[in-house]
């Protein structure tokens, strides 16, 4: 029996729908971020150009905005 394994990477799926639903946002380096209040402050999901700018995912939201100013 032969056996498929499929991997989706969904990582940037969550700032593709923000960009998706807020036009503005297109062309801008976009992280999903948790709530810092609420003590969950990390990237959850970032854009091709977050990562290309060093935003990580489970990077702390003042992390990334040092890596990725604006």
Known sequence: MKRIILHSDAN?????????LDPSLRGKAVA??????????IV???????KQSGVK??????????ACPG
């Open 12 to 20: 940037s799926y969550y700032a593709s729908v923000e960009m998706l």
């Open 57 to 66: 995912t489970g990077m702390a939201n003042w992390e990334a905005r040092q």
């Open 44 to 50: 959850l999901a970032k854009s091709e150009l977050a």
């Open 32 to 41: 999903v971020c948790g709530n810092t209040e609420e003590r969950h402050g």
